[in-house]
């Protein structure tokens, strides 16, 4: 592989690119082809009624850590999609398993061929998932700078989807070429072929799932690639490093998102003295008790994105140097695991206990609870906006057996306080703990577009700032 040193992006190519992809004209030819493909796909199932449309986007200019970004007004179909790596470190060593110590990966090593493709396909596949997902909303946006954030995330998830096509195209060849197409053959929902991972084909019907979506399951993507920017694979590691600059604002979007309904709903509350859930609704806010519906299902549904607990696959690619731990570097222990035990929950005699396990076994594990904690942190900035407003109601995660479809827990019936249940006690109060389909039909029925710069919906409070230091009324969209 061509060492490449230079940071900026060549936005002169028909594929922008940081890779030297002009000289390597097979390959060239082979994502050109696939270009046109990957249009039609986004033409199709990408952000509906959006062509003549000028949005004011985030473009990537360079890699570097800083001055990485440049904004301007981009029509949606004309955004330059293309290929982006971090800058490679020279003498880059791989910091854990069977190669610790050992030079960093340029090509795929023949052993490690069939696991690299796999962890790269699952990773690409979730990227045009979301964009799919999120096709309808721009028709009921509550503001021009919510719809803004939506068609960012929109474009920079499409581009994550082509960093994975690159990798297939460059090392893994006509596998990797068919792979490649079948990224745009499936569908979010689709019941013949759907997405890969079961979160990637729920219905993200309107923007409170959206908010909930980006900031449970968008999180769930940091911790995957930065275990993934760890690995001794130097491509997937640096192509990882620089998608954690983009999925950042993506998170934020939902943390924030959450918290302007949080904070609309108790200005509302606090103003006409209210406390009933139904009076809460009649004044066109979403209710606390929904919120933490909601908050139940996408934490436990994003909690099945990290697979089972215990999981040789998770210990293979670890020792094989193939996924690290998040923030791998920073953790003082030997990197191999051998002998090592890590605790897990589980169902024993009709209670929760726990378990101590080889630790090779229970990364999935590992870095679910990593997740979790960063996730109660957002819970715990959420719940200043109802204290503040000396309202006394507090958010909380429900137990990590909660509603789990996969891994241990599949197949148990635990509530959000850890009890474990009869299958004929969950059903009579799981609605309690659940959003209905009335919940959904409420919630939809706030839904409405707000397109005059610097209006928003009533059911969300206006941000306590704009994009790129610009007012909250800044024309952020133009409708042409």
């Not at 962890?119 to 909303?137: F, K, M």
Request: proline share 5%.
């Amino acid at each position: 592989m061509t060492e490449v040193t230079r940071q900026t992006i060549d936005y002169s190519q028909r594929i922008p690119n940081n890779v030297d992809l002009s000289n390597d004209r097979t390959l060239q030819r082979a994502l050109e082809r696939w270009q046109p493909e990957f249009l039609n796909w986004w033409n199709e199932a990408g952000p509906a009624n959006t062509a003549s449309s000028q949005v004011y986007l985030r473009t990537a200019v360079s890699v570097d850590r800083d001055g990485w970004a440049n904004f301007g007004y981009v029509r949606m179909p004309e955004y330059r999609w293309g290929i982006f790596l971090a800058p490679q470190e020279g003498d880059r060593k791989t910091h854990f398993g069977d190669h610790k110590d050992e030079p960093a990966w340029q090509d795929v090593p023949g052993e490690y061929r069939s696991p690299l493709r796999r962890i790269i396909v699952t990773q690409g596949d979730t990227e045009p998932a979301s964009v799919e997902q999120q096709r309808l909303l721009g028709a009921t946006c509550p503001s021009l700078y919510d719809l803004r954030n939506l068609f960012q995330v929109n474009v920079e998830e499409a581009r994550h989807l082509w960093a994975m096509v690159y990798l297939l195209h460059r090392y893994f060849g006509r596998d990797g070429r068919e792979e490649a197409e079948a990224l745009l053959q499936r569908r979010s929902g689709d019941a013949n072929n759907p997405r890969i991972l079961t979160a990637f084909n729920e219905n993200t019907g309107h923007w409170l799932a959206y908010f909930m979506f980006t900031f449970f399951t968008d999180r769930d993507g940091k911790f995957q690639l930065a275990a993934l920017a760890e690995s001794a694979f130097d491509p997937l590691a640096r192509t990882a490093k620089f998608m954690l600059t983009e999925e950042a604002h993506h998170m934020f979007i939902g943390d924030s998102g959450v918290a302007r309904v949080l904070q609309r709903t108790c200005e509302v509350m606090r103003e006409n003295n209210l406390t009933d859930p139904a009076e809460v609704r009649a004044h066109g806010v979403i209710d606390l008790e929904t919120l933490q519906r909601f908050v139940n299902f996408h934490y436990a549904v994003t909690l099945d994105l990290f697979g089972a607990e215990i999981s040789s696959n998770a210990a293979s690619y670890y020792t094989g140097g193939l996924k690290g731990r998040y923030g791998e570097s920073n953790i003082h222990d030997d990197h191999l695991l051998v002998s090592d035990f890590y605790t897990i929950q589980e169902v024993a005699d009709g209670r929760i206990t726990e378990r101590q396990v080889p630790a090779l076994t229970a990364l999935n594990a590992r870095l679910r609870d990593d997740f979790t904690r960063e996730v109660q942190a957002g819970l715990d900035r959420w719940n200043r906006i109802p204290q503040k407003h000396g309202i006394p109601f507090r958010m909380t995660l429900p137990h990590t057996g909660f509603n789990r479809k996969i891994g241990i827990f599949a197949g148990q019936y635990v509530s959000p306080d850890g009890q474990v249940l009869s299958k004929e006690d969950w059903e009579l109060h799981s609605a309690q703990w659940l959003p209905s389909q009335d919940d959904h039909a409420f919630v939809s029925s706030l839904m409405g577009r707000i397109v005059e710069p610097g209006k928003f919906a009533n059911w969300i409070a206006p941000p306590a700032r704009g994009i790129n230091d610009l007012s909250v009324d800044f024309e952020y969209v133009r409708f042409n």
